[in-house]
């Protein structure tokens, strides 16, 4: 939900009401397999918002996918109030149908200003580097005491990457872009965890250390050069909860079976 670089002027899928008539019409910013991310406005022109559009799927029986759709979305925004509820940066939900006209459904999300933490991790790795070191084990704290957060809350994201981490100016939720990219640079930013919709409610130590050990893969294929660096976020992981030394134990157990698979092909 950052100010994101790709510009596509419309969608190759027609949105459903109220959206076809908003003005200006909303701007596609990613294709996913099962949903579409727009950026467009709430109730006033200056409220800038994200929706996400799940299109009906022709391939699908229409019941089970009205009943797919209906699931998905409903577990996507109990996540995410409850994340709310129990303090945890996420975006806020403003507006949400599981039976839209013509099929699918769609559901209004809160804006959240700044840059993914994959564009932070790539700008980093060009700096000096004293100021690379610096900068990118405060990111790892933060990373690790976010997650931490949220684990302790009962919710397992399901799809940790560092494009679903985002940094947010703290106190600056409706600035500019321009103004939010500059605070991020000086730190003074929080992260905000987006795309929940692979999202569970779990208390199971196993489901975070696999929620963990993702994250850890996705550090090693996009960010190879701060991969010495996540032991930051796991050490500050480890001090953001009772509890949390047990996941990362379990954590080791699931970087062995992930070895054995690798090993075996």
């Known amino acids: 939900m950052a100010s994101d670089p790709l510009q596509s002027a419309s969608s190759p899928i027609s949105l459903p009401d109220p959206f076809t008539s908003t003005i200006p019409p909303p701007r596609l910013l990613t294709q996913g397999a099962e949903a579409l991310i727009y950026r467009t406005t709430f109730l006033q ?20 996918d009205a009943r797919l759709t209906r699931h998905r979305i409903l577990s996507e925004a109990r996540v995410l109030v409850k994340c709310r509820r129990e303090g945890v940066a996420v975006p806020g ?26 564009e ?4 980093l790795r060009g700096r000096r580097e004293e100021e690379q070191g610096t900068g990118v084990r405060v990111l790892m704290e ?17 799809d940790l990457t560092t494009s679903n981490l985002m940094l947010r100016p703290v106190g600056k939720k409706a600035m500019g872009s321009e103004a939010a990219n500059s605070a991020a640079d000086d730190g003074e930013a929080e992260i905000v965890l ?32 701060a991969e010495e660096d996540f032991k930051e976020v796991l050490k500050a992981y480890g001090e953001s909860y009772e509890g ?20 075996l092909g």
């Open 45 to 64: 022109p200056s409220l800038p918002c994200a929706l996400k559009y799940r299109p009906p799927k022709p391939y699908r029986h229409p019941v089970l």
């Open 93 to 118: 939900v403003l507006a949400l149908e599981w039976e839209a006209a013509g099929g699918g459904g769609w559901m209004l999300m809160e804006w959240i200003e700044g840059r993914t933490v994959k």
């Open 120 to 123: 932070v991790l790539l700008e």
């Open 142 to 158: 933060k990373i690790g005491r976010a997650i931490g957060r949220l684990h302790e809350v009962g919710i397992v994201h399901g």
């Open 194 to 225: 987006i795309d929940f919709g692979l999202a569970v409610q779990s208390l199971q130590e196993e489901d975070k250390g696999v929620d963990l050990y993702v994250l850890e893969r996705a550090f090693g294929s996009t960010h190879p050069e």
């Open 244 to 263: 949390a030394k047990m996941v990362l134990k379990r954590l080791e157990e699931v970087r062995m079976r992930g070895r054995k698979r690798s090993m």
